[in-house]
């Protein structure tokens, strides 16, 4: 089971970026997918996941209206579009699968070890001028 987080990049501040997570290793349609972020000296935080089996789509109160959590399950891939980025965003962005069909995105805040892995390495995104 592999997630590879990419497309990370300095970008200025009201900016676009799309990371790009590349799956591989289990079925894709089956399991939520999560992006989290952690800034140097933060907690890590969730900001969106998608189960789109079960209809569900979360946002972290920080990112909504500006981040779009997307997927195309043929490709294996999983997308998340920021826009309208600020100084805040900056972090290191991590895309985890939920650990078994069964979990959603109800877990974004806490125990979230427990509920999403494996973590990789991450995609870091810079916002400044």
């Known amino acids: 089971v592999q997630l590879q987080a990419s497309g990370g990049g300095l970008v200025q501040p009201g900016g676009s970026l799309r990371l790009s997570c590349e799956t591989s290793g289990f079925n894709l349609d089956e399991y939520a997918i999560a992006w989290f972020r952690q800034a140097p000296g933060n907690e890590r935080e969730g900001v969106a996941c998608?189960?789109?089996?079960?209809?569900?789509?979360r946002y972290a109160d920080s990112v909504r209206g500006r981040f779009t959590i997307s997927r195309d399950n043929t490709r294996n891939t999983v997308w998340l579009q920021m826009d309208s980025l600020i100084p805040g965003d900056t972090a290191t962005y991590y895309c985890v699968k939920g650990r078994n069909r069964s979990i959603g995105c109800s877990h974004l805040r806490d125990d979230y070890y427990r509920y999403y892995g494996p973590w990789g390495q991450g995609t870091l995104v810079t916002v400044s001028s």
């Open positions: 998608d189960r789109t089996s079960a209809g569900s789509t």
